[in-house]
């Protein structure tokens, strides 16, 4: 994770990568770690049951920083993650010739469900105080339990309901909306409602039709994707952790994707830090929030396309008239 820090910290970058993973002591098949995709699938591990694998991993610190900062007593940490179970552990990196920092952490098969999120925390003696962090690793890994395949998934996950009738019970009282966004998992949910609107499910899965479907379907996308934009803002910044100095902390996975992707438009010609800071004291006080509003609407339709499939459906609408006026 990423913290807006009132001390000095790292400039350089901190990377690390997984090495190789092995589960109950036996060693997962390279094909299964993707070091593009920053992925390990443990799913088609060779064992329906397994305990726990042990991921080894390389790190790259900037060594001269290091050695040379206003620090003292640096450590590198390894930290695995699973939000779905609340899963959190812990294992310190042992420092070797020049940058480079190796180690392993056990991911027990217990404690986790589907997909848990390795990350790098750099941490020092600053200013006398110890256990400070001075640097994070930019991208995580993510160890996926149920893939077969090491690719990271969507952003959204979208799934097709019915709110009426159907099995999930929390879903009915959102009988009349075409779609709802759920935020609260490890990736965000776009639920479409198969009952509300007749057709729309076709309409979206389309692939072709008329020029006034694929408007049609240009257009419900785009409503639909800035919805889930500023849901995702919203969630991402409604339960910011704190630092032990009490300041917002970036949060990992999606999350951090969608603030980094919203805050330069939301509030432009801030550094993202400097933003979220920001952010944090106008919902803390109220003050500027309200305002603030428009400008995450402006970022949301922006990540969404709307003007541009707006200005094609307006297009279209006219190419349509002229050709009836013949």
């Known amino acids: 994770?990423?913290?807006?820090?009132?001390?000095?910290?790292?400039?350089?970058?901190?990377?690390?990568?997984?090495?190789?993973?092995?589960?109950?002591?036996?060693?997962?098949?390279?094909?299964?770690?993707?070091?593009?995709?920053?992925?390990?699938?443990?799913?088609?591990?060779?064992?329906?049951?397994?305990?726990?694998?042990?991921?080894?991993?390389?790190?790259?610190?900037?060594?001269?920083?290091?050695?040379?900062?206003?620090?003292?007593?640096?450590?590198?940490?390894?930290?695995?993650?699973?939000?779905?179970?609340?899963?959190?552990?812990?294992?310190?990196?042992?420092?070797?010739?020049?940058?480079?920092?190796?180690?392993?952490?056990?991911?027990?098969?217990?404690?986790?469900?589907?997909?848990?999120?390795?990350?790098?925390t750099v941490v020092a003696e600053v200013d006398g105080v110890p256990g400070r962090i001075i640097g994070s690793s930019e991208k995580d890994w993510y160890v996926d339990l149920k893939a077969l395949t090491p690719r990271r998934e969507e952003v959204v996950k979208i799934e097709q309901r019915d709110f009426r009738e159907g099995p999930e019970e929390w879903l009915r009282p959102f009988k009349d909306s075409s779609w709802i966004v759920e935020t609260s998992g490890d990736l965000p949910t776009v639920y479409l409602n198969t009952t509300a609107v007749e057709g729309l499910t076709d309409i979206l899965d389309g692939k072709g039709g008329s020029p006034a479907e694929k408007t049609l379907r240009d257009l419900t996308s785009s409503q639909i994707a800035q919805g889930v934009w500023t849901a995702m803002f919203h969630a991402s910044i409604g339960e910011l952790d704190v630092d032990d100095e009490g300041m917002?902390?970036?949060?990992?996975?999606?999350?951090?994707?969608?603030?980094?992707?919203?805050?330069?438009?939301?509030?432009?010609?801030?550094?993202?830090?400097?933003?979220?800071?920001?952010?944090?004291?106008?919902r803390k006080s109220g003050s500027g929030w309200s305002e603030l509003q428009t400008n995450i609407q402006y970022a949301a339709g922006k990540r969404s396309q709307a003007t541009k499939k707006l200005t094609g459906a307006v297009r279209a609408f006219h190419r349509a008239e002229r050709s009836d006026d013949r």
Not at 253 to 265: A, I, Y
Request: glycine fraction near 8%; aromatic fraction near 6%; include cysteine.
């Open 248 to 282: 917002p902390i970036l949060p990992g996975g999606w999350r951090e994707s969608v603030l980094r992707m919203m805050l330069p438009d939301v509030m432009p010609g801030r550094q993202i830090t400097d933003a979220l800071a920001d952010i944090a004291d106008r």
């Open 1 to 120: 994770m990423k913290s807006v820090f009132p001390y000095p910290t790292l400039f350089g970058v901190v990377d690390f990568e997984i090495a190789s993973v092995d589960v109950d002591g036996r060693d997962l098949p390279y094909a299964r770690i993707s070091k593009t995709e920053r992925v390990v699938a443990l799913h088609s591990s060779g064992r329906d049951e397994w305990d726990s694998a042990r991921l080894r991993i390389k790190a790259t610190l900037p060594a001269p920083e290091i050695d040379e900062g206003p620090w003292s007593d640096v450590s590198c940490l390894a930290i695995l993650t699973e939000s779905a179970t609340n899963a959190r552990s812990t294992s310190r990196l042992t420092r070797g010739p020049g940058g480079t920092w190796q180690g392993t952490i056990d991911l027990v098969h217990v404690h986790h469900r589907t997909r848990a999120t390795l990350a790098l």
